[in-house]
């Protein structure tokens, strides 16, 4: 419940006044989060990292919350019209209708709870008004009573954290297939370039150009496939849950019926997780996921430091390749063309790698009954997608597409190879 401050603060900002289990807070009165996301952001707030900044989680959320108030309905749990109400506004939240409304830290402790009250509350305020009601009243709908019911910060927060992983990796997915295919054809385009290969980088025999690439095309369709493989897992849910995967405090009804639910909502072939105990324990679905992102990672930093060298130069290196010239490469030097794309894309993937790092790390750091690391996991699974995903992205389109041969050095360095 709330009470409304008519003392504007900074700025002119007016304020209400919401109690919670530790006592009154402020929080600002146009403000759809209440005073447990309020007292969150105060005194969790580390990373400068809000829950807006990830829209894949954010929606999983919402889409999560709308199956379990429909689910609710079914089982009696929460009356049709309010259920539908919580429905309606969790889904405009999963669509960014609120997305600055979602302020709570993404790296905030306490096994995600900032993320689950924030959502929760948000919801609550937007489903009354839609019923009729105000911000800050939590009439008729009450975040714990209706929004959260037969649910747990745990079950939610794993569940739609999978979701997100599973969107995310599909989606880098298309990319790296992209990628595989623009490397195959670069392989076919450079297959009549002879060159001098070396072995410990130094001379060796001649040999087509197209076999480095080649090579990276088969490397990346392996890493894709075993992407692939590693994140199919994901699709069975804990939700229904609850705590610590005993499913205590949702009845029988609601927990038959809100998978299936979410399954409809996403559009995914989502099943009810066969050991909800053991999945909310662990975080080794992640972890699995992670060593295949960072597998992605390592066959990126070879292909980024394959076409560096190659193209280093162009008179005191290797020079057989030539990179599309994007940007100036110097501010003293004019004219000069560095590999700026491909040292992008080896940055972006050593910094996956220390994702991957967080994630392993994270996964150790599990209690007996409950991973509460499990959002930290999940958050670094999200960013080393993202980021791969943009890097692999850029990198086919601004480097890889124009790169070409520098023909006539080529020939001259296949002249001075060994013969076997």
């Known amino acids: 419940m709330s009470d409304h401050d008519d003392d504007a603060g900074a700025g002119g900002d007016r304020f209400r006044v919401e109690r919670d289990g530790l006592g009154a807070i402020r929080v600002a009165e146009d403000a759809l989060w209440g005073a447990r996301t309020e007292r969150a952001s105060a005194v969790l707030g580390v990373s400068d990292r809000g829950l807006f900044h990830a829209p894949s989680l954010y929606a999983a959320l919402g889409e999560v919350k709308a199956a379990a108030a429909r689910a609710n309905a079914e089982a009696g749990v929460v009356p049709a019209p309010l259920a539908e109400a919580i429905a309606e506004a969790a889904l405009a939240l999963a669509e960014g209708a609120f997305e600055p409304e979602l302020i709570a830290d993404l790296l905030a402790g306490g096994g995600s709870i900032a993320l689950h009250v924030n959502?929760?509350?948000?919801?609550?305020?937007?489903?009354?008004?839609?019923?009729?009601?105000?911000r800050g009243a939590y009439a008729p709908v009450e975040p714990a009573r209706h929004v959260n019911a037969s649910q747990s910060t745990a079950d939610v927060c794993h569940s739609a954290a999978r979701i997100a992983v599973l969107r995310e990796t599909t989606a880098l997915g298309e990319v790296l297939e992209r990628v595989v295919a623009g490397l195959e054809t670069k392989a076919e385009t450079l297959a009549p370039v002879t060159t001098l290969a070396r072995t410990c980088l130094r001379d060796a025999l001649p040999a087509s150009l197209?076999?480095?690439?080649?090579?990276?095309?088969?490397?990346?369709?392996r890493r894709t496939a075993a992407l692939h493989d590693a994140a199919a897992p994901l699709l069975e849910i804990v939700l229904g849950g609850t705590v610590i995967g005993t499913g205590d405090g949702a009845p029988a009804a609601y927990r038959e019926r809100v998978v299936p639910i979410l399954a409809e909502i996403t559009g995914l072939p989502l099943e009810a997780h066969p050991r909800p105990s053991d999945a909310l324990a662990t975080s080794d679905d992640l972890s699995a996921?992670?060593?295949?992102?960072?597998g992605v990672a390592r066959a990126a930093l070879k292909l980024a430091r394959d076409v560096r060298l190659l193209a280093s130069g162009p008179e005191g290196g290797f020079g057989e390749l030539v990179l599309p010239h994007v940007l100036e490469g110097s501010s003293f030097f004019a004219g000069k063309s560095n590999p700026v794309v491909a040292e992008t894309l080896l940055q972006a993937a050593l910094q996956c790698l220390g994702h991957d790092h967080v994630v392993q790390s994270a996964a150790e750091q599990a209690d007996p009954w409950l991973q509460v690391f499990d959002g930290?996991?999940?958050v670094n699974v999200l960013d080393a997608c993202?980021?791969?995903?943009?890097?692999?992205?850029?990198f086919e389109t601004h480097c890889l597409r124009g790169l070409e041969a520098d023909a006539e050095r080529c020939s001259s360095l296949a002249a001075r190879g060994r013969r076997p």
Do not use: T
């Open 119 to 134: 959502v929760s509350e948000v919801i609550a305020n937007a489903a009354n008004e839609r019923l009729g009601s105000v």
């Open 210 to 221: 197209g076999l480095v690439f080649a090579g990276h095309a088969a490397a990346f369709a």
């Open 289 to 294: 996921v992670s060593a295949q992102l960072a």
């Open 376 to 378: 930290l996991a999940a």
């Open 386 to 394: 993202a980021l791969l995903g943009a890097a692999l992205d850029r």
